[in-house]
C-alpha cells in the first residue's frame, strides 16, 4: 500500500481548522498534520518583524520533523507577509491564505465591499495593494478587528462567548451612506468562519460573507496531482507549540473529515 502524502496545515490557533475542513472534504487521500502555534496567539497582535522571526525557522523545523509535500499556511497575518521569505528558504510548495479582495468586489451588486481581518491583516502592504488592484470601482471598508480570532478560539474551545462581544467587533462593517449599503463582507482571518452563523443572525442586515477555504481547498488539490486510494493510514495530527494537553481532539474531529486527530 502507497504511502499517503503528508499536507502540513499550520495557523496561530484553531482558525486555519476552516481551510483544514475543506481541504480535507477535497482531499480524504493525505495525511494531515495541523499546527497551532498557541505559544504566540494571537498573531494580530505582534508587529511585522516578530511574525516574520517566528514562523520561518518554526515552519522549516516543522518541515524538517514531518516531510510534508505541501504547506498551507492558513492564517492570513502570517501569508501577507511571510510567504516569499519561506518560498525562498524552502524548496516544498506553499499556498497562503490572503484577503479574497478580488472575488469579493468582482461580485459586489452595491459596490460597497467590507474586509474584515485582524488589525495586522489589514494594515499590511499586501492588503492594500489587492485593494488597488482589485477593487474594481468598489468602495473598500477594511475593518480590523482586535478580539474577534479570540473569541471564535473560546468558542471553538467550549467556553462562553457574548452575542453583544461578537456584534460590536462586527459593527464596522456595516457601512450604509444614505444610498448604498455593503453587501460582501470578505472573511479576512481564518477564525471567522468559526462563528459565522452568529456572525449571520448578529448582522444588521443579510450580506454574502466570503470565505476563501474552498478556493484554498482547489488549489492544494491541483498541486497535488490525481488523487491516491483514501487508506487507513491517512490519519491526522494536531500540534500545539504550546504543548497543552489535547482535550479537544473529540470536538475537532468534524474539522479532520471524522477522524480523530492524535
Ligand atoms: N487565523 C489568523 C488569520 O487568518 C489570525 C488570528 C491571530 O490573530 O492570530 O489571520
Same mark, same amino acid.
Given at each position: 500500500?502507497?504511502?499517503?502524502?503528508?499536507?502540513?496545515? %499550520?495557523?496561530?490557533?484553531?482558525?486555519?481548522?476552516?481551510?483544514?475542513?475543506?481541504?480535507v472534504?477535497?482531499?480524504?487521500?493525505?495525511?494531515?498534520?495541523?499546527?497551532?502555534d498557541?505559544?504566540?496567539?494571537?498573531?494580530?497582535?505582534h508587529?511585522?518583524?516578530?511574525?516574520?522571526a517566528?514562523?520561518?525557522?518554526?515552519? +522549516?523545523?516543522?518541515?524538517?520533523?514531518?516531510?510534508?509535500?505541501?504547506?498551507?499556511?492558513? $492564517?492570513?497575518?502570517?501569508?501577507?507577509?511571510?510567504? &516569499?521569505?519561506?518560498?525562498?528558504?524552502?524548496?516544498?510548495? %506553499?499556498?497562503?491564505?490572503?484577503?479574497?479582495?478580488?472575488?469579493?468586489?468582482?461580485? &459586489?451588486?452595491?459596490?460597497?465591499?467590507?474586509?474584515? +481581518?485582524?488589525?495586522?491583516?489589514?494594515?499590511?502592504?499586501?492588503?492594500?495593494?489587492?485593494?488597488?488592484? %482589485?477593487?474594481?470601482?468598489?468602495?473598500?471598508?477594511?475593518? +480590523?478587528?482586535?478580539?474577534?480570532?479570540? #473569541?471564535?478560539e473560546?468558542? #471553538?474551545?467550549?467556553?462562553?462567548?457574548?452575542?453583544?462581544?461578537i456584534?460590536?467587533?462586527?459593527?464596522? $462593517? %456595516?457601512?450604509?451612506?444614505?444610498?448604498?449599503?455593503?453587501?460582501?463582507?470578505? #472573511?479576512? $482571518?481564518?477564525?471567522?468562519?468559526? #462563528?459565522?452563523?452568529?456572525? /449571520?443572525?448578529?448582522?444588521?442586515?443579510?450580506?454574502?460573507?466570503?470565505?476563501?477555504?474552498?478556493?484554498?481547498?482547489?488549489?492544494?488539490?491541483?498541486?497535488? +496531482?490525481?488523487?491516491? /486510494?483514501?487508506?487507513?493510514?491517512?490519519?491526522?495530527?494536531?500540534?500545539?507549540?504550546? /504543548?497543552?494537553?489535547?482535550?479537544?481532539?473529540?470536538?475537532?474531529?468534524?474539522?479532520?473529515?471524522?477522524?480523530?486527530?492524535?
Amino acid at each position: 500500500m502507497s504511502v499517503p502524502p503528508t499536507i502540513l496545515v %499550520f495557523d496561530s490557533g484553531l482558525g486555519g481548522l476552516t481551510v483544514l475542513r475543506e481541504i480535507v472534504r477535497a482531499r480524504p487521500d493525505a495525511h494531515y498534520v495541523y499546527v497551532a502555534d498557541d505559544a504566540f496567539f494571537p498573531y494580530g497582535h505582534h508587529s511585522e518583524e516578530q511574525i516574520v522571526a517566528r514562523v520561518v525557522p518554526l515552519v +522549516g523545523e516543522l518541515i524538517a520533523r514531518h516531510a510534508p509535500v505541501l504547506v498551507v499556511i492558513a $492564517c492570513n497575518t502570517a501569508s501577507t507577509l511571510v510567504m &516569499s521569505h519561506l518560498r525562498s528558504a524552502y524548496s516544498v510548495p %506553499f499556498v497562503g491564505t490572503v484577503p479574497a479582495i478580488k472575488p469579493a468586489c468582482a461580485s &459586489s451588486r452595491t459596490k460597497r465591499v467590507s474586509v474584515l +481581518g485582524t488589525r495586522g491583516t489589514v494594515q499590511r502592504e499586501y492588503t492594500r495593494r489587492l485593494i488597488d488592484d %482589485f477593487a474594481q470601482g468598489c468602495n473598500v471598508t477594511l475593518v +480590523g478587528s482586535a478580539e474577534l480570532a479570540s #473569541l471564535a478560539e473560546s468558542a #471553538l474551545s467550549g467556553n462562553d462567548v457574548g452575542d453583544a462581544d461578537i456584534a460590536a467587533e462586527l459593527a464596522p $462593517c %456595516f457601512v450604509d451612506d444614505g444610498k448604498h449599503r455593503t453587501d460582501t463582507v470578505v #472573511l479576512a $482571518c481564518t477564525h471567522y468562519p468559526l #462563528l459565522l452563523d452568529r456572525m /449571520k443572525r448578529l448582522a444588521p442586515w443579510p450580506v454574502d460573507w466570503i470565505d476563501p477555504a474552498p478556493a484554498i481547498a482547489r488549489r492544494v488539490s491541483d498541486l497535488l +496531482g490525481s488523487p491516491g /486510494k483514501e487508506s487507513d493510514q491517512a490519519g491526522a495530527e494536531i500540534i500545539f507549540t504550546s /504543548k497543552r494537553p489535547h482535550t479537544l481532539s473529540q470536538a475537532l474531529m468534524p474539522f479532520f473529515g471524522g477522524r480523530v486527530p492524535a
